[in-house]
């Protein structure tokens, strides 16, 4: 009886335990229950990479991970999808578009030198660039054929801009991280980065070059112009050490935090192209919840009436234990970060029905026993020893 005792109370303690857990963790959502955004990533070849193998598949999968682990959402799905394509499942990301912003550039980060004598050339390059893209702000529900042929005009530009500068060889593979920051006026906010040792050596030479030669330091993010600060006299001894810099270009917050994330999460091997992007509503989440709490509330009470009525005194201890076994699970699923989703719950209820159906089987081995003139005692330990071998 001392046993019994103990245990009795372990299984109280467990429960007031297990109730503590439900109260003060709750379980995250999957997309079906609370809705987000879902995303399909199209992986397309490159000049260097001609055709698109399980190892590119993997490589642009794993680079996708980091960047939404830099969003923050709570059990992302990232998955591939015949052999080149990758679907994204963002539970409760309300904004598909910021998505889309970190996770469709290939973000290859590069640090060039500006040629010298090219200064007036890039002057008027990035003059002409800035008013074919406010020109492209305001064709922007205008005519279709002649937004296509001021997209062209940039990219032209931009290709002109970038043959003004040369490759040093200090690239996005040298950072060891990048974050969002604040300028001091506080209206607009750059990216500072840190490179790694390698980097740091890089980067004080290019900028030791350059110091007071009024030529610009070009930072191209997929081969796009985005910053071209210039060095001070001051650096001209050993340039700019320590493996710091700030990517300055008048930034928003989130535009911002958004090449940063990019830049930490690391550059993708080949370019895609968001195919899909589609929001699932909150509001089927909310039906989805309703019935299924409805349809498992309304079976685990059929169950338990079901067991009292029939069993009568070890119907209603099945029951009690059924519902203990439910609270120990759910409180095991908030402790282990469990994302429920519609089949997570199917699965759940469904358990509770394996349980019970244990417990008839018990019973009913125990009915045999006392029909075979067994005592009480004897019956339920054969029922419960036979039921279980």
Avoid: C, H
């Amino acid at each position: 009886m001392q046993r019994q005792r103990s245990l009795l109370a372990l299984i109280i303690v467990l429960v007031i335990a297990a109730i503590t857990v439900i109260i003060k963790i709750p379980i995250p959502l999957g997309l079906d229950l609370q809705g987000g955004s879902q995303l399909t990533i199209q992986v397309k070849p490159s000049e260097e990479i001609k055709q698109i193998t399980e190892r590119e598949l993997e490589a642009v999968q794993r680079v996708v991970e980091n960047r939404i682990n830099g969003l923050g959402v709570s059990e992302p799905v990232v998955q591939t999808v015949g052999q080149d394509q990758i679907l994204v499942q963002l539970p409760g990301v309300s904004d598909p578009e910021q998505a889309e912003r970190v996770l469709g550039g290939t973000a290859q980060l590069e640090f060039r030198a500006q040629k010298p004598g090219t200064e007036t050339q890039l002057f008027a390059f990035q003059a002409s660039r800035q008013e074919l893209r406010t020109l492209q702000e305001k064709l922007r529900n205008g005519d279709a054929a002649a937004i296509a042929k001021n997209q062209a005009a940039i990219q032209q530009n931009n290709q002109a801009i970038a043959e003004l500068f040369e490759n040093k060889g200090l690239t996005g593979k040298n950072l060891k991280d990048a974050f969002a920051e604040p300028t001091q006026s506080g209206n607009n906010w750059n990216v500072a980065i840190q490179f790694d040792q390698r980097g740091g050596e890089l980067f004080a030479e290019l900028t030791k070059n350059l110091a007071g030669t009024g030529r610009s330091i070009g930072i191209f993010l997929d081969k796009d112009l985005i910053s071209a600060p210039t060095v001070g006299p001051e650096f001209a001894a050993a340039g700019i050490t320590g493996g710091n810099a700030i990517i300055t270009g008048r930034f928003t917050t989130q535009e911002a935090s958004d090449l940063a994330i990019q830049l930490r999460g690391g550059s993708l091997p080949v370019p895609v192209e968001i195919v899909e992007n589609r929001t699932v509503g909150a509001t089927l989440g909310r039906d989805s919840i309703q019935r299924s709490i409805y349809a498992g509330v309304g079976g685990l009470l059929l169950v338990l009436i079901f067991m009292v009525v029939y069993y009568r005194l070890p119907g209603l201890i099945a029951d009690l234990a059924l519902i203990i076994y439910s609270l120990l699970t759910w409180a095991t699923f908030a402790l282990l970060g469990v994302t429920l989703t519609l089949p997570g719950i199917a699965g759940f209820i469904l358990s509770i029905g394996m349980a019970v159906d244990a417990n008839v089987l018990i019973f009913e081995r125990t009915r045999e026993e006392l029909r075979a003139g067994k005592s009480l005692y004897r019956s339920v330990e054969s029922g419960f020893y036979r039921a279980l071998f």
